[in-house]
């Protein structure tokens, strides 16, 4: 936004202000993500810049909590835990929630609003009640401390971003095109996965994004309902952060904002083909 | 042949059947197709999500511990009208039934829950049923007295029936700081032991707080991406995003090593001066540690809507404000302000329910006196075990944010609800 000439001296000095203002904020944004980076490559076993670091020498920086990270048998339970759950959830969540979509998409289901209202409930509810009343019921019917129960909880807690985008990418949805398929003789599985299918695609996969995220990020759940053997990895990194304190840790987040950041353009690209695939941009 | 004879004014379809019974049919049909789309998914909620917070709103009311384990007892106190002390009879049954619930290892069980309602039950029982198994017959009043003169009080015995009902409000009471006398009456709890309306107090007032301060510092961003040309505002859109999809835990491990006494920023300012290396700041493992980690968490929920309202409010009203005379401080108070309130609203209420309910980082960067309602819940989940106050207290907490969220459907809409 350049500033247009009959802006006087107070406006402009005002403009100048509000951006060194934006830039505080977006520093202390970012600032966490960008401290954590390079101090997971320190050689010493502290959590700040050692003399060495900031002189950029190189033996101050060191791989050695990636060895570490890569040797434990602990995390790489952790990480086997958090993909199965996660993936096993993903799955689950993205075939309830894309079905369940469709019916609410239609004008003939009734009380519409209120099946919606329990369908997103798990994403309203603060996770720490989802999790006390999990503990109860789940030990009751014996899920409590299996992994069975970890996927079945994480799939609640996923339906609900599926539901939405879903529901969201068929609000433009052209129905002339399924009746199209089913006047030239398709029959309605055939009509769902070679018309329906591919143009909901990605609403279905930024919605299984979504749901893997949280999945993958979920702790509160995982704290009353994993025993020692159904650890993930946030589950392990708050023992890291409540017990053994280990700069094993921040090897351990880089990886993981690495992992975000690819999530995250694959779900712009997704975003991106939708919005082309609808028309709504060129 | 017999003349049948349509009725004319009647439509029919090919197959003769009436448009209208047709019509009927096919939305009862379509009806029927839609529910079974959604059936699978509303069943797996109900199952999996709707029953166990059901069963913990429950557990907040249901007291089944003595009369599952004293029945008699129960039963026996029931002709008790609650003046002076019970008749012999109860307390040979109390005798007998204390004697089997010992044996039968379940007498703990009971101790604690008699003991929540009364500090002190616990050794009166435990010590009460060492002694009365030597008894070997009665009559066992005078003998109970003789073991311990609280049996010789009526507040008691009104503790025993009172605990004993299989309904109780007495969750709900304590998580309320309030209690019940020994008349049975409703009273406050004596000033050292309430804790719980000072807390749900302390969540509310740490939520609006980190709800203002989110405001604050996402209203100039929001403006400014808003503002700048979509090129700019897509770069700075990844610094909003790229937090927003970092792993929660990463992001509380970073302020942890930026805050802490020997963390970066303490070493930083140690370092330009501003503080000496002894009197380095505490800003973690308190209030403040949880008042700045959950505002950083918290704030693209509050950028992310700001923006999308912002983005639709088109430069030129504020244009013609100024043209017609307005300086830029008038524009922006009377004409560009109004129009984002809808963004702040659905921003404001969605980091307010969030932060209600957070648990883990007030859990890990808080210390003790940055914890808030939701690590109450935990701890009286696994640690004091007593989960009937932990049922209560998240009654009452899903309560608030029902009615939060009806709220923010009101204003925004649930079907506008963005993601990301």
């Known amino acids: ?62 791989l050695r909590w990636y060895q570490d990270f890569l040797a434990n048998p602990q995390w790489m339970l952790a990480i086997k835990n958090s993909f199965i ?10 075939g309830l929630g894309t079905i369940a979509a469709l ?105 299984g994004l979504f749901a893997f995220i949280t999945s993958f990020d979920e702790v509160v759940v995982v ?60 | 042949m017999a003349d049948v004879t349509f009725d004319q004014s009647v439509i029919r379809t090919t197959d003769g059947i009436p448009l209208k019974v047709k019509l009927r049919r096919t939305t009862r049909l379509n009806r029927m197709k839609a529910i079974g789309l959604v059936a699978p998914l509303f069943i797996f909620i109900l199952i999996t999500f709707i029953l166990p917070i059901g069963d913990m709103l429950l557990r907040s009311v249901e007291n089944p511990t003595l009369s599952t384990y004293w029945p008699k007892t129960m039963a026996a106190l029931e002709t008790w009208d609650g003046t002076g002390l019970p008749d012999e009879p109860v307390f040979a049954t109390l005798a007998e039934e204390l004697v089997t619930t010992k044996k039968g290892r379940n007498l703990g069980k009971i101790a604690n829950r008699l003991n929540y309602e009364q500090v002190g039950m616990r050794s009166l029982l435990s010590k009460t049923a060492r002694k009365v198994a030597r008894l070997k017959q009665g009559p066992y009043k005078d003998a109970f007295l003789k073991i311990d003169k609280r049996w010789g009080k009526t507040e008691t015995w009104a503790i025993i029936k009172r605990t004993g009902k299989p309904i109780t409000l007495s969750f709900y009471l304590t998580a309320l700081d309030k209690r019940y006398d020994t008349q049975g009456n409703i009273v406050s709890q004596p000033e050292f032991k309430r804790i719980y309306i000072t807390l749900f107090l302390r969540t509310l007032w740490v939520s609006l707080l980190i709800t203002v301060l989110c405001l604050l510092a996402g209203y100039p961003i929001a403006y400014l991406m808003a503002t700048l040309p979509v090129r700019t505002s897509n770069l700075l859109m990844i610094m909003v995003l790229l937090p927003f999809w970092t792993s929660l835990l990463v992001r509380t491990t ?20 501003v503080i000496g290396d002894k009197n380095r700041i505490e800003m973690i493992y308190n209030m403040t540690g949880t008042i700045i980690a959950m505002t950083h968490i918290l704030l693209p929920f509050m950028v992310l809507p700001l923006y999308s309202v912002m983005k639709t409010i088109s430069p030129n009203y504020v244009r013609a404000a100024q043209s017609l005379g ?83 459907n009101r204003i925004v809409g649930i079907d506008n609800m963005k993601l990301g």
């Open chain 1, 85 to 94: 759950v996660g993936v096993s959830a993903t799955i689950l969540a993205s």
């Open chain 2, 254 to 273: 970073s302020w942890i090593v930026l805050l802490q006494t020997q963390g970066v920023i303490n070493d930083i300012l140690v370092w330009i001066g």
């Open chain 1, 103 to 207: 019916g609410l998409s239609r004008s003939y289901m009734p009380y519409r609003t209120f099946i919606m209202g329990i369908l997103i409930s798990p994403m309203i509810v603060p996770l720490i009640i989802t999790a006390a009343g999990m503990y109860f019921f789940y030990s009751k019917i014996g899920l409590a401390q299996t992994l069975l129960g970890l996927i079945l909880a994480h799939t609640a807690l996923g339906t609900p971003f599926v539901v939405i985008t879903v529901t969201a990418t068929l609000v433009g949805f052209d129905h002339s095109l399924t009746r199209a398929a089913a006047n030239l003789g398709a029959n309605p599985t055939r009509t769902f996965f070679k018309i329906t299918m591919p143009l909901i695609l990605p609403g279905v996969i930024s919605g």
């Open chain 1, 223 to 282: 704290l009353f309902l994993a025993g020692f053997e159904q650890r993930t990895i946030p589950r392990q990194m708050w023992a890291g952060i409540r017990e053994q304190i280990s700069p094993t840790i921040l090897a351990v987040a880089t990886l993981l904002i690495t992992f975000s950041i690819i999530l995250m353009t694959v779900l712009e690209l997704l975003r991106r083909r939708n919005e082309r695939l609808r028309g709504i941009r060129g």
């Open chain 2, 326 to 408: 307005a300086n830029p401080l008038t524009a922006f108070w009377r004409i560009y302000f109004p129009q984002t309130v809808p963004g702040i609203g659905a921003g404001s209420i969605l980091v307010f329910i969030l932060a209600i309910g957070y648990y883990i980082t007030p859990a890990l960067v808080g210390g003790r006196t940055g914890q808030l309602i939701s690590n109450f819940i935990a701890y009286h989940m696994q640690k004091s075990l007593n989960w009937g106050l932990a049922a209560a207290l998240g009654g009452l907490l899903l309560a608030g944010i029902l009615v939060l969220y009806w709220l923010y």
């Open chain 1, 1 to 62: 936004m350049a500033l247009p000439p009959y802006v006087g001296p107070i406006g402009r000095t005002w403009h100048y202000t509000l951006r060194v203002i934006c830039g505080m904020i977006f520093l202390f944004l970012i600032a966490p993500i960008l401290v954590i980076i390079p101090l997971s490559f320190n050689a010493e076993p502290y959590f700040t810049f050692t003399q060495g670091m900031l002189t950029f020498d190189p033996a101050a920086y060191s």
